[in-house]
């Protein structure tokens, strides 16, 4: 199997997609394989996968999103690596993701929680809450993809692997400056340490064999100390580390005396709700989110009201 799951890795690479993805892709197509007696996937289809998908519905009690990652990986290895385009798989049992109102932070908690923040995790907080970004695409985000001629940034490879710009705020157009010198300085460090390269997708890296060595791929947000890259073996400054991320900003939440359930992704929840509430319509939010379907946005008008304004309890009036 092993021998097979190589080819896996090799495509996955060839249609660039992330590590997080090549890791999640072949756990799940090597899971597939085992629950078959480690039968080859040429020998299965249809049959095999509705069963799969739905025993990871009715035996394992998995999430609605760990369900469709699963049967994403599938439909990977089929249309990609094999070749053969299975349509639509009939008999699915899909595990009901309940519909959510996301929490979100008003105005003055985010203030309260960015008080909590400093350096370049506030930079990187201030980043998601002002531009609307997932965690990842910050902590992806290069040197190039900023653009302050136009005042804006560059995301590449979002959810759904599409590529947008948003806007980047005049506020942060000065820390952002400082924090490209910063990295400059580590960057021309490591080169005269005999370092200085960056991880970049492979079909970039044959395309520009010297770009990993060039300061415009380095990341915005580089880790304080050096590793080793898992597939090229090469020592390299990699991205700050989501968790690092992460258990910093609960701790500010918990500091700043707020009691919601707030996690890093709750800046971009709130920062498509204050967008709605200063009048911004759900076409322009969905576009700057990066939506595909304008019905996802359609959830932040469940948190206000078009006015703005929230309904007044009648308990209020009595």
């Given at each position: 199997m092993s021998g097979f799951l190589d080819t896996v890795r090799q495509t996955i690479r060839v249609q660039q997609l992330s590590r997080r993805t090549e890791k999640s892709y072949l756990k799940w197509i090597g899971n597939y394989i085992r629950f078959n007696d480690l039968r080859h996937p040429n020998e299965m289809g249809s049959a095999e996968i509705r069963n799969y998908i739905n025993f990871l519905a009715d035996q394992q009690a998995v999430s609605a999103s760990t369900q469709n990652q699963a049967l994403s990986a599938l439909v990977f290895l089929y249309r990609h690596v094999l070749g053969r385009d299975l349509g639509q798989i009939q008999g699915l049992n899909y595990v009901k993701r309940p519909p959510k109102i996301p929490a979100v932070l008003s105005r003055d908690e985010v203030k309260r929680v960015l008080a909590f923040l400093s350096g370049e995790n506030s930079l990187l907080a201030r980043l998601m809450y002002g531009c609307g970004l997932r965690l990842l695409e910050g902590l992806r985000l290069r040197i190039m993809d900023l653009d302050f001629e136009n005042h804006s940034i560059l995301i590449h490879q979002g959810k759904g692997f599409k590529d947008r710009r948003v806007p980047l705020p005049d506020s942060l157009i000065h820390p952002l400056k400082e924090q490209l010198n910063r990295v400059k300085i580590i960057h021309e460090t490591d080169k005269q340490n005999g370092y200085g390269t960056v991880f970049i997708p492979d079909a970039l890296a044959r395309r520009f064999p010297n770009g990993n060595h060039d300061f415009r791929w380095q990341y915005l947000f580089p880790q304080s100390d050096l590793s080793q890259d898992p597939v090229t073996g090469l020592i390299q400054r990699h991205h700050l580390l989501p968790s690092t991320f992460q258990r910093l900003f609960l701790n500010a939440v918990l500091n700043a005396g707020i009691t919601k359930r707030a996690s890093?992704?709750?800046?971009?929840?709130?920062?498509?709700?204050?967008?709605?509430?200063?009048?911004?319509?759900?076409?322009?939010?969905?576009?700057?989110?990066g939506h595909q379907d304008v019905r996802t946005t359609m959830i932040y008008t469940h948190i206000i009201q078009t006015s703005g304004k929230m309904v007044r309890s009648p308990l209020d009036t009595i």
């Open positions: 890093p992704h709750t800046l971009r929840h709130s920062f498509a709700t204050h967008l709605l509430e200063m009048g911004y319509d759900i076409r322009t939010v969905q576009d700057v989110l």
